[in-house]
């Protein structure tokens, strides 16, 4: 192995794990330990800082530096801090700005063949920032979805069942991709759906795509020319942007207690304990719901259909709570 490659593979190694015996390393690259001592010390002059430890089991471990050296990365682990970067508007921080000037700088050193596939992500964010969790995405759905979405070419994709469900997989969707959105630790495909003549927004995770891509297409508007608007509206089970069920409540909970856990309501200090919080849902029941995990007491401030959901919501718990079933007890408007 010539040297250059011997150093970049050495590097690599220490970069994978904590601790490294020389013995092994010597194994791994095919060469004496009197050379991977040598190579070693070729690394510090470069600015990394490998810690050495002594006697017959000693070996070598790579410490954070004061400055930052040169990285290596394997064709992955590029294509997955380039997304991440392509991402991170929605985590919020600040950190977009800084995202795109360190995108920008890894693509200026990336290999030529690797370029086309980091062109071919762009990411749409919607919503702010939120903790709900992560869903894992396989890294070539991503990149397929990615660059069918560059080269305007429909998909033919397999969708899985959700989680538990025992359903079979459909029959295989046909769509022309038109973004992919970022949307607090989830990824989805916004579509159109070719056989249902609707748009259509894809949990990215349940996607598998079938190869080759199809025929190209005219990318369509989306309907009203705002993807974060349309796409937050999907969200909120309506066709437009708003709630379809909008409510105000007084609890009696300082504004304080109740301002991290108020997601996009809008909350207004009344005294130094209590607070009106006005919010939206998908439905009144829902909503009813949605304001009695403050766990306090409260009143309704309007509508009056809101009251009547609490009235719903408040028989059905007290009948779990009697051991009962809730049936018979009427729907939540």
């Known amino acids: ?11 690599s190694l220490l970069q994978a794990r904590r601790d490294w015996p020389g013995s ?33 089991d000693g070996g070598y471990r790579l410490e954070a530096g004061n400055d930052m050296p040169p990285l290596l990365f394997d064709d992955d682990q590029a294509l997955a801090v380039a997304i991440a970067l392509r991402a991170a508007p929605a985590l919020g921080a600040g950190i977009g700005e800084a995202a ?24 749409t964010t919607v919503g702010r920032p939120g903790d709900g969790p992560a869903v894992a995405v396989p890294l070539d759905v991503l990149l397929t979805l990615g660059q069918a979405l560059r080269d305007r070419v429909t ?23 038109h973004h992919l959105v970022a949307s607090q630790g989830r990824w989805y495909l916004l579509a159109w759906d070719l056989d249902r003549e609707d748009w259509r927004l894809f ?29 937050s509206a999907r969200f909120k089970g309506s066709d437009t942007n708003e709630w379809a069920c909008r409510g105000t409540v007084l609890l009696h909970a300082p504004a304080r207690d109740v301002l991290p856990f108020a997601g ?24 009813a719901a949605s304001f009695g995990r403050f766990e306090v007491a409260m009143e309704v401030v309007g509508p009056a259909e809101l009251g009547e959901a609490f009235a ?16 018979g007890i009427g729907r939540g408007r």
């Open 1 to 11: 192995m010539a040297t250059t490659s011997r150093l970049l593979t050495l590097l």
């Open 24 to 56: 092994v390393l010597a194994s791994r690259l095919g060469t004496s330990h009197r050379t991977v001592r040598r190579d070693i010390d070729r690394l510090r002059e470069m600015g990394y800082r490998i810690e050495a430890a002594m006697g017959p």
């Open 100 to 123: 795109v000037r360190a995108l920008g700088t890894m693509r200026q050193v990336l290999p030529s063949r690797l370029r086309p596939r980091l062109d071919a992500i762009e990411v």
């Open 155 to 177: 998909v033919r994709f397999d969708y899985l069942p959700r989680e538990g469900d025992d359903a079979e997989p459909g029959p295989a969707r046909r769509v022309e991709p």
């Open 203 to 231: 949990s990215a995770h349940r996607v598998r795509p079938r190869v080759p891509s199809g025929a190209p297409f005219v990318p369509r508007v989306v309907p009203g020319g705002d993807v974060d608007a349309f796409v």
């Open 264 to 287: 996009d309501g809008t909350v207004t200090d009344v005294d130094d304990e209590r607070c009106i919080l006005e919010a939206g849902s998908w439905s009144w029941g829902a909503l």
């Open 312 to 327: 719903v919501q408040a028989e059905r718990f007290a009948a779990v709570g009697r051991g009962s079933t809730a049936e």
